[in-house]
């Protein structure tokens, strides 16, 4: 008698396992540092301990961001918690590839992800500093063109990414989870990023996310990146959500939260003016800087993010 087979064993997307590992390993780099301690030359007063302490905190701030994106896409507690402790008890993360595997096509497709999580979550920034803006006092006015610069970043991000997903033929069932795509997936990312911001820290990232080298390097990956990668493209091509559409489905979810618990006709209208009539990135030619000051030369920015 045929004994009866167990079900494979659910394989997590590459991506998101990918992130788990950076919180796995940025757990170990500040382990050793913090273990390792500092140096206490004669003489040499307290700026070796600041130096010190500096580099942990910034290690302890780096995986607390990738820790957000995991959250907002719907990787559960304990993964991420057995990460860090993973980490913590200085294991370094195992990112070998699965037998059988295209590694080069599973790691070109984290940087489709990459991108995808930093334009939701200048969505969610945009549309929470432009509602703040409606319904209080602002405290920054940036220059114009830092405005227009995010809106060039935003675009840029997602021709990147549009050009990376058709150049390895990323499939439907391969982005699933990459973006949200309903209203309790979009409360979610919120819920992880910023309904957890006060008015200074959604200032400070939407300031970081309008940096002119977001733009210099996603152009310039955009129109070599089908150069490098060559594969069939897909029977069933993706089509990643315009930044407005982004924008859209961030303030529909902004609407949601706030209307449970306030007058709604205040805060549609605060939507409705947290939204760019102008924006329609509906179209896929590179953008055409004007008015911010000269980009970097050899000094690339490749896409840090929050």
């Known amino acids: 008698m045929t004994e009866p087979q167990s079900p494979p064993v659910q394989r997590r997307p590459v991506w998101q396992q990918r992130l788990l590992d950076r919180i796995q390993d940025l757990s170990d780099d500040r ?21 010190w302490r500096t580099h942990l905190l910034q290690l302890a701030a780096d995986r607390a961001e990738v820790e957000t994106h995991a959250h907002a896409i719907g990787i559960p507690d304990t993964a991420i918690a057995a990460a860090r402790a993973a980490g913590s008890s200085g294991r370094r993360a195992d990112i070998s590839p699965e037998p059988g595997t295209d590694a080069v096509r599973e ?11 930093q334009m ?25 063109w830092m405005v227009a610069q995010f809106e060039r970043n935003l675009s840029a991000l997602w ?18 989870g990459m973006w949200a795509r309903t209203s309790s997936e ?5 819920a992880a990023t910023a309904h957890t911001y006060d008015a200074d820290a959604v200032e400070e990232r939407w300031r970081v996310y309008a940096r002119p080298g977001i733009e210099t390097s996603a152009i310039r990956d955009a129109t070599e990146i089908t150069l490098r990668v060559d594969v069939a493209l897909s029977e069933q091509p993706v089509r990643i959500p315009a930044p407005h559409a982004m924008k859209t489905a961030a303030a529909a979810a902004f609407l949601t939260h706030s209307s449970a618990g306030a007058d709604a006709d205040p805060i549609t209208d605060a939507i409705d003016r947290a939204l760019p009539a102008e924006a329609d990135h509906t179209r896929w030619g590179t953008p055409t800087p004007t008015g911010p000051p000269q980009h970097p030369g050899s ?8």
Do not use: C, K
């Open 31 to 51: 382990g050793r540092l913090l273990r390792a301690g500092y140096e206490t030359p004669p003489g040499a007063g307290e700026s070796s301990m600041l130096a």
């Open 107 to 117: 790691h070109v497709m984290t940087w489709v992800a990459s991108d995808v999580w």
């Open 120 to 144: 939701q979550h200048m969505a969610a920034i945009d549309v929470a500093r432009r509602m703040r803006r409606v319904t209080h006092t602002p405290s920054f006015e940036p220059e114009p």
């Open 159 to 176: 021709i990147r990414a549009g050009n990376i997903a058709d150049a390895i033929g990323l499939t439907v069932d391969e982005s699933a």
């Open 186 to 190: 979009w409360q979610r990312l919120l």
């Open 299 to 306: 000094d690339l920015d490749h896409g840090a993010q929050l």
